[in-house]
């Protein structure tokens, strides 16, 4: 079974603390997501990565950051938390297939910024 | 920007009752898929179609893709509580994926 591991299900932090999510993966996929998910917005793309080092902007990349030095992790980084990154983030991957891009999920990490 | 609507929203009904879902674009994608997530976890994938036209079942779940591959519809025979739960549709284009936001689907007993 595919297996999308990110490394805590709920976090509390402070206002300008940096926040670390990590994501493993261990289907030796190429692609990899990082989404927010919010009540009425839906699934937001903040950063996605298709290999080792490279990185993509999304939708809404502003107030993160994000590192892939091996490919089976991606970390996304919040720099310095605020209350409005409040949140559920999801990690996901996908293997190169053009015409059948399928993503695998993690669990989730809630997010609560106070 | 590619963007993929997902009609209704919400749907609430009873048991045993048919429903279908929407899922449209006006653009074309390689591929869409069907995803379903309950509360505190990920999206689960429930099917992906590729080519136009195309239908897929999955028990009394029947997915279509529309000819020109901009949409997609999902219909639920019999709807059981199980069924409750969050529908996503996405679409793969070059690396991305790209999701609806949703239809949230309650199924009363």
């Known amino acids: 079974d595919v297996k999308v591991t990110q490394s805590s299900r709920y976090l509390v932090k402070r206002t300008g603390e940096k926040v670390f999510l990590e994501c493993v ?8 997501f990082w989404y927010r998910q919010d009540p009425g917005l839906g699934l937001r793309l903040i950063y996605f990565s298709y290999d080792v080092k490279m990185k993509e902007k999304g939708d809404i990349p502003e107030g993160y950051s ?3 030095e091996k490919k089976e992790r991606f970390s ?7 209350t409005n990154q409040t949140s559920m983030y999801l990690c996901a991957s996908s293997a190169v297939w053009i015409m059948n891009t399928e993503a695998f999920f993690g669990q989730g990490t809630r997010l609560t910024v106070v | 920007t ?24 006006s653009s ?18 429930l099917v992906t179609v590729v080519t136009g036209g195309e239908v897929k ?6 997915f279509q893709f ?44």
């Open chain 1, 66 to 68: 994000v590192s892939r």
């Open chain 2, 2 to 25: 590619q963007l993929l609507e997902q009609s209704p929203q919400f749907l609430s009904i009873q048991e045993g009752e048919n429903l279908t879902v929407y899922c449209n674009s």
């Open chain 1, 25 to 32: 993966q261990d289907m030796d996929h190429e692609n990899m």
């Open chain 2, 28 to 45: 074309v994608f390689s591929s869409l898929q069907w995803y379903r997530q309950e509360p505190g976890e990920g999206p689960v994938l």
């Open chain 1, 76 to 82: 996304l980084i919040l720099e310095s938390a605020s």
């Open chain 2, 66 to 109: 529309g000819d020109a591959r901009k949409d997609s519809s999902l219909h639920i025979t019999a709807a059981q509580p199980g069924d409750t739960g969050l529908y996503l549709c996405a679409g793969a284009s070059h690396d991305k994926i790209i999701f609806g936001k949703g239809t949230r689907l309650h199924i009363l007993p």
């Open chain 2, 57 to 62: 079942k999955l028990k009394r779940l029947t």
